[in-house]
Nanobody, 122 residues
Framework: QVQLVESGGGLVQAGGSLRLSCAASGRTFSSYNMGWFRQAPGKEREFVAAIKWSGDTTYDTDSVKGRFTISRDNAKNSVYLQMNSLKAEDTAVYYC???????????????WGQGTQVTVSS
């Protein structure tokens, strides 16, 4: 089992950058595939990006390609989401997620953080 805590959210102007962090507890973090999801007001939660346990494979949704980068540091039990060129439509609560199946981390991961708010002003 793994517990996840996000940080780094906040208010930023359009065009700006933020870096989200997710700290995981547990001794087996390096065996988990990690992902980021987001939920905007009145919308369903959607997949943003994912990274394999080894860090050698990443996947992200089309709307963030070229702007967001997911990375991880297994020595620090952490995963990150670097968000550049932010747009008003990126405003959402961002959730960190984990699963030992890479296929499941893209869709219905078993473990979730509590979320961190990102607000982009236009």
């Amino acid at each position: 089992q793994v517990q996840l805590v996000e940080s780094g959210g906040g208010l930023v102007q359009a065009g700006g950058s933020l870096r989200l962090s997710c700290a995981a507890s547990g001794r087996t973090f390096s065996s988990y595939n990690m992902g980021w999801f987001r939920q905007a007001p009145g919308k369903e939660r959607e997949f943003v990006a994912a990274i394999k346990w080894s860090g050698d494979t990443t996947y992200d949704t089309d709307s963030v390609k070229g702007r967001f980068t997911i990375s991880r540091d297994n020595a620090k039990n952490s995963v990150y989401l670097q968000m550049n060129s932010l747009k008003a439509e990126d405003t959402a609560v961002y959730y960190c997620a984990a699963d030992q199946s890479f296929r499941r981390v893209l869709t219905t991961p078993n473990y979730w953080g509590q979320g961190t708010q990102v607000t982009v002003s236009s």
